[in-house]
């Protein structure tokens, strides 16, 4: 069974950057695409950015592209998702999640990044971008 923790959100200033990290455990190969996913109060859940573990593909959603970066360390199993010139509206509780696929699912699961693909979910961590 997949475990996931998320740490690093906080407090920042418009402009500003933090590094979410997602820690995982039960991992039983690399056919596993790991997905960061935000909801912010009122709206729907959504997806910011998905990477396969096993080749480093990744896919960001249009509003975080140039800004965020997404990166695996197998080793540590863990993901990260660097955020730099935060705006107000990235504000959010962000999640990683991870299903594992099939090899030949991996790049639509990836290229798609929807919040009913994934199975195993971690407890959020919340994100304020304010002044």
């Known amino acids: 069974q997949v475990q996931l923790v998320e740490s690093g959100g906080g407090l920042v200033q418009p402009g500003g950057s933090l590094r979410l990290s997602c820690a995982a455990s039960?991992?039983?190969?690399?056919?596993?695409?790991i997905g960061w996913f935000r909801q912010a109060p009122g709206k729907e859940r959504e997806g910011v950015s998905c990477?396969?573990?096993?080749?480093?593909?990744?896919y960001y959603t249009d509003s975080v592209k140039g800004r965020f970066t997404t990166s695996r360390d197998n080793a540590k199993n863990t993901v990260y998702l660097q955020m730099n010139s935060l705006k107000p509206e990235d504000t959010a509780v962000y999640y990683c999640?991870?299903?594992?696929?099939?090899?030949?699912?991996?790049?639509?699961?990836?290229?798609?990044?929807?919040?009913?693909?994934?199975?195993?979910w971690g407890q959020g961590t919340q994100v304020t971008v304010s002044s």
């Open positions: 999640a991870a299903e594992k696929v099939l090899r030949q699912q991996s790049i639509a699961v990836v290229t798609t990044c929807r919040v009913l693909s994934f199975g195993s």
């Open positions: 039960g991992f039983t190969s690399d056919d596993y695409v």
């Open positions: 990477i396969s573990r096993s080749d480093g593909r990744t």
